[in-house]
């Protein structure tokens, strides 16, 4: 097949077009990114229950302990009465009968440990009577991996029952997988614990699990949407997710029960998911959020809620005249003066007092998260609230609004009729924030989507992926089928860059054994991480997307027609000419690059291949890849080949 490549440069793109959508979803923060390795570190677990509109939890703040050696050997229990902070009242109280006994935590599936690597320790105790020293140690049928003792403190009588912090390291003698972490008091006593914490010393920045955050680092993101998603909602507004509990010390941030534990409740299973104990710890806060992002060099895109608990879920809303929607508005500019304020600032003082004096730089905010418009539901007047109150405050700051949950309803025309109705109202919104779930096929079909769009008004492309099937712990939906169609559609994206200024795969994450969700960009467990063939699209477009785009004069759709998808555009700084293209064939393609007068003297490229025998070929931690990337130099001259079932960057 033949391709034109012109020198006609049409639109700019702009830089870090190409982002990340990060939801706590599939424990994608706790038991994922967030590096803490203890479940229900701080005895604040719940477990929820429940159905649209009627959703319940009950404390189980013993979620994930247990005695160790044995139940005769150890009495244990959550209290309330003696907390460390308020937030978090609950805590665990110890009695053993003989020396090296103590409690057991379960960690997801267990600890994982890497022979000579560090281990960081935190914990708080109250002595009540115990004078002894604290024994930690990582063991699997009485074989012991990893050890360390953490010396008691004597104090005087007036001071002794208050809650004292320990801090230890130890390291991994040999690796394990699968093993419990044990808290063991070295003598006969009672002791009080909370807040106990386990940490790789190799953690990204300290917080950051750094397999996880090295993939995150090859995809260059533009910029990372967070914390979500449906989370900002809430099934109830009580459980959404606010940020300011995570502005604190780690063990002051409330517990908050995660929206996706009650995912797919129903009757068949008494409205109890097999995940009712996903909570959320806050460790990832929103401090933690803006610092991934400056360490990625991406900028923020945090979304707020308006009022509205999700929409899917609850009809639990805040009235748009009452002090608890002022409150809503309140928390935007606070958070933009969290972001962006001086230390002499309430909020810049608090990121000051966390670690960071220099501002963080926000100019984007997400104003609700797939809302619509309904008679009761009042999406349009609590955007239009925010806007003016932010906008008075910050002006510099670039709104993304709501295009509900999908492109194909009523919701989606309603949203665009308001924001193009308000258009010429300078600063209004800066994009709308698009969202489709769709079969592979659909992107296909639908490469052309953005061709005819009015161009004021721009799209955030904020939440898709390909599904060829769906649902919990299918890893095996992240096929090459789908990667494929979502490669073809970007291409139609690319090309309209001058609409299409930000866009980003969902979801991110996903732990093997914890999903709600399938497919997603990156799987996991304790011990490895993979990326799927959607994460080396994801990398492939946003390391090479140019600064401007190059004309494809229609030919594209006559390509299309033949199973061929590509885009074409240009990159400055390199003097390099940038080919996507896509053989969604069963049958190898050739194709015969022809340059304009222009890049005549351009005789060589290099080009990044992913392609597989089979569409629904898949990694999987055991094959992590199965489908990856290759590179590969040639001469122009020599026409380039592209197999069947292969998406291709080339270079020139």
């Known amino acids: 097949m033949k391709l034109l490549i ?43 229950f429940g159905d649209k509109s009627d959703y319940y939890v009950k404390e189980d703040g013993g979620y994930g302990w247990s005695a160790y050696p044995s139940e005769e050997a150890v009495s244990h229990g959550v209290y309330m009465g003696s907390p460390l902070c308020e937030e978090n009242p609950h805590y665990m109280r110890v009695t ?9 935590n379960k960690a997801y599936d267990g600890i994982y440990l890497q022979e000579g690597e560090e281990y960081l ?21 009485n074989h012991v991996f990893a050890e360390c003792r953490v010396k008691g403190e004597s104090f005087e009588e007036e001071t002794y029952n208050y809650y004292r912090k320990y801090t230890a390291r130890m390291t991994a003698q040999e690796s394990c997988r699968g093993a419990q972490f044990l808290m063991l008091l070295a003598e ?32 260059h993101p533009g910029f990372i949407r967070f914390p979500g998603g449906c989370i900002v909602e809430g099934n109830t507004l009580q459980n959404r997710y606010r940020y300011k509990d995570s502005l604190k010390e780690p063990w002051k941030r409330k517990n908050n029960w995660n929206r996706w534990a009650v995912h797919d409740n129903c009757a068949e299973n008494a409205f109890h998911s097999r995940y009712a104990h996903y909570n959320q710890t806050m460790g990832l806060g929103f401090y933690e959020y803006f610092l991934l992002c400056e360490l990625l060099g991406a900028k923020a895109l945090p979304v707020l809620n308006v009022g509205f608990a999700c929409q899917y879920q609850s009809t639990e809303q805040v009235s748009i005249d009452s002090d608890r929607f002022q409150e809503l508005i309140q928390d935007a500019l606070d958070l933009i003066e969290f972001a962006n304020g001086g230390v002499d600032t309430r909020w810049g003082a608090v990121r000051a007092g966390l ?45 993304i609004g709501s295009a ?18 308000n258009e010429d109202k300078e600063n209004f919104v800066y994009a709308v924030d698009e969202h489709y779930y769709v079969k592979p096929q659909w992107l296909y079909d639908h490469v052309d989507f953005y061709d005819n769009y009015p161009r004021k008004t721009k799209v955030f492309s904020g939440e898709y992926a390909a599904h060829p099937f769906n649902g919990f712990n299918r890893p095996d939906a992240n096929t090459l089928e789908g990667a494929l169609a979502e490669a073809a559609f970007l291409t139609g994206v690319e090309r309209n860059a001058d609409v299409v200024v930000l866009a980003s795969y969902a979801p991110l994450f996903a732990r093997l054994g914890y999903t709600q969700w399938s497919p997603d960009m990156i799987w996991f467990d304790a011990e490895r991480a993979y990326g ?78 992913l392609t597989g025998d089979e569409p629904q070929a898949h990694n999987a931690v055991e094959a992590p890849d199965r489908i990856s990337v290759t590179n590969s130099s ?3 001259a020599d026409k380039i080949k592209l197999p069947a079932n292969a998406f291709a960057v080339i270079r020139i």
């Open 6 to 48: 012109g020198n006609k440069r049409k639109h700019p793109i702009q830089d870090g077009m190409i982002g990340l959508f990060f939801e706590d979803i599939n424990y994608a923060a706790d038991g994922g990114l967030y590096a803490e390795m203890i479940e229900n570190r701080s005895f604040e677990f719940v477990e929820a």
């Open 121 to 141: 320790l935190t914990f708080w105790v109250r002595p009540v009577k115990y004078t002894g020293d604290f024994v930690v140690r990582i063991a699997k049928e």
């Open 188 to 219: 006969p006593g009672t002791a009080e614990f909370d807040y106990i914490s386990m940490f790789p010393a190799n953690a990204a920045a300290g917080i950051f699990r750094a397999d996880l955050f090295a993939l995150l680092e090859k995809l």
């Open 96 to 104: 053993v009968q003989q020396a090296m006994a103590g409690i057991a």
């Open 355 to 399: 670690g960071h004096e220099k501002p963080f730089g926000l100019s984007m905010l997400g104003i609700g998260n797939e809302q619509w418009q309904t008679q009761r539901a009042d999406f349009f007047e609590r955007y239009a609230a925010f806007e003016k109150a932010i906008h008075a405050a910050a002006p510099q700051i670039q709104l």
């Open 634 to 636: 040639g001469r122009l």
């Open 532 to 609: 799927t063939p959607s994460y080396h699209v994801q990398c492939m477009y946003s390391n090479n997307m140019g600064d401007t785009t190059l004309d494809t004069d229609g030919k594209e759709k006559e390509a299309a027609k033949q199973g061929i998808y590509y885009s074409l555009s240009f990159d400055t700084a390199a003097d390099q000419i940038i080919v996507k293209a896509v053989n969604a064939g069963k049958e190898p393609a050739e194709l015969d690059l022809e340059l304009a007068e222009e890049w005549q003297s351009k005789k060589d490229y290099t080009m990044q291949l």
């Open 404 to 421: 509900g949950p999908d492109i194909t309803s009523e919701k989606y025309e309603m949203a665009w009729k308001f924001y193009r109705e």
